[in-house]
């Protein structure tokens, strides 16, 4: 029995499943996770010592790779003089000062702990902005685990076959609207079936919760619209994108401006870290300046804001980074959709500069229906030989793949031919 085997028979009897989020379970593909004991640049090392290229990347905030060395330096300083607070700090405030001042449409911000939190957040207030109940969501988009959000999500829920979650009330769901992504007419509709009580549409503006589905041409601008003509806020989920695709997320990326935004552990470089914000009459909403209460006693760690605003003044002062990312993505995704034509396998490969997947479907994947058409299955047996040499993915059809500025052509090289072994 391997250290990993051993650690997981420990956890099953006192965590559910094992695992402490249900995307870290390796259920679906028939084998037991792995175990982490350290990581760096664009390797991880799990508590046997084997060594794994990670295309996780902690989901997606690693995006200069792990350890960074300035980034751990900033995190050592800080915890020198405590870990937390619960008090106000000046981190807090140069977090958002430095935010607000690159991000043209994020006048205020509010830190939270979580993207779940954040998303929570946002629609708490977009509803106490507009006076509306109603939310459009987007099969297949996933926003966190509160219950409003969690109709039709995708991500470990879309894994683990449950379309919904057991413990949520019909109450809490009542005002979620469902829509078809990359379908304005489907939005429009549920616009009009609202009676004028839509307050926001929320949407990841590239879907990454069921696998990689990119927005098609006038989608996001179609949203926007809609949103202006029936006086509700528009809420980019950038939980994912944000800090990614351009410093200025999907919005910069696609030239659409939300009203809302939504960010994860990228703005902590991978702590425990969420914020939401947006223009300054919907945030001044917010308590204590508004009536929209939204609380978090540990908001703003001094050591989530270290690590975060080391990492994002980083790749502030470096935008070529972005540009080295994007190059990245198209040789590994190129070179994914190259040796699939080789072989003449028609397998759907959709990415958008640094995410990406691999479908196993011939058909084309533009939302959560063609989505689940992919043959999980097969997706299982490339997952485990992947595995076993040294390629560490998610252990699921519906996530993403992460590139990160670690990543170098040796290592996108080496995952190419292990591909190109397997599907021989």
Same mark, same amino acid.
């Given at each position: ?8 028979? !420990? ?40 060594? @794994?290229?990670?295309?996780?990347? *902690? ?64 629609? !708490? ?34 894994? *683990? ?23 304005? *007419? ?67 990326? @696609? ?37 929209? @209460? ?58 958008? *500069? ?71």
């Amino acid at each position: 029995m391997t250290k990993s085997e051993e650690m997981f028979s !420990r956890a099953v009897k006192k965590i559910p499943g094992g695992v402490n989020s249900p995307v870290r379970a390796y259920g679906a593909i028939g084998e037991n996770p792995r175990f982490i004991e350290k990581a760096n640049g664009c390797k991880i090392y799990d508590v046997d010592g084997k060594e @794994y290229i990670d295309f996780i990347c *902690s989901w997606g905030p690693m995006i200069l790779g792990h350890n960074h060395p300035a980034i751990r330096e900033a995190v050592i300083k800080a915890s020198e003089r405590g870990l937390s607070y619960g008090c106000a700090t000046e981190a807090e405030v140069e977090m958002a000062e430095f935010i607000c001042s690159k991000i043209p449409h994020v006048e205020m911000i509010r830190m939270v702990n979580s993207g779940t939190e954040a998303v929570m957040s946002a629609i !708490r207030v977009a509803r106490g902005f507009t006076n509306k109940d109603k939310i459009i969501k987007f099969a297949g988009c996933y926003h966190g685990h509160s219950d409003s959000m969690l109709v039709s999500a995708g991500s470990g829920v879309m894994t *683990s076959g449950v379309p919904d979650s057991a413990g949520v009330p019909k109450g809490c769901t009542q005002d979620t609207m469902l829509a078809v992504y990359n379908d304005v *007419s489907s939005v429009e509709k549920l616009f009009m079936e609202g009676d004028d009580q839509v307050a926001a549409v929320i949407v990841e503006p590239v879907g990454a919760n069921m696998g990689v589905v990119p927005p098609k041409e006038g989608f996001l601008e179609g949203l926007r619209k809609l949103c202006d003509k029936h006086h509700a806020l528009l809420i980019f989920d950038e939980v994912i994108t944000g800090f990614r695709l351009k410093f200025d997320g999907a919005a910069g990326y @696609y030239g659409v401006t939300p009203d809302l935004v939504t960010y994860g552990k990228i703005i902590g470089a991978g702590m425990p870290v969420g914020a939401y914000g947006g223009r300054k009459e919907i945030m001044t909403k917010v308590s204590p300046a508004g009536p929209v @209460y939204q609380a978090g006693t540990l908001s703003g760690n001094p050591i989530a804001m270290a690590a975060g605003l080391a990492q994002l003044k980083i790749l502030d002062a470096q935008p070529e980074i972005y540009l080295r990312l994007e190059k990245k993505g198209k040789l590994l995704f190129d070179g994914m959709k190259e040796i699939l034509n080789r072989k003449n396998l028609k397998y759907q490969v959709n990415c958008v *500069s640094s995410l990406g997947c691999i479908f196993f479907t011939e058909n084309v994947v533009e939302d959560y229906i063609s989505a689940k058409q992919s043959d999980t299955h097969k997706f299982a047996e490339y997952f485990k030989y992947m595995l076993h040499h040294g390629i560490h993915l998610a252990p699921s059809q519906f996530e993403a793949i992460f590139v990160s500025d670690a990543h170098t052509q040796k290592e996108i090289d080496q995952y190419l031919q292990c591909l190109d072994d397997y599907l021989k």
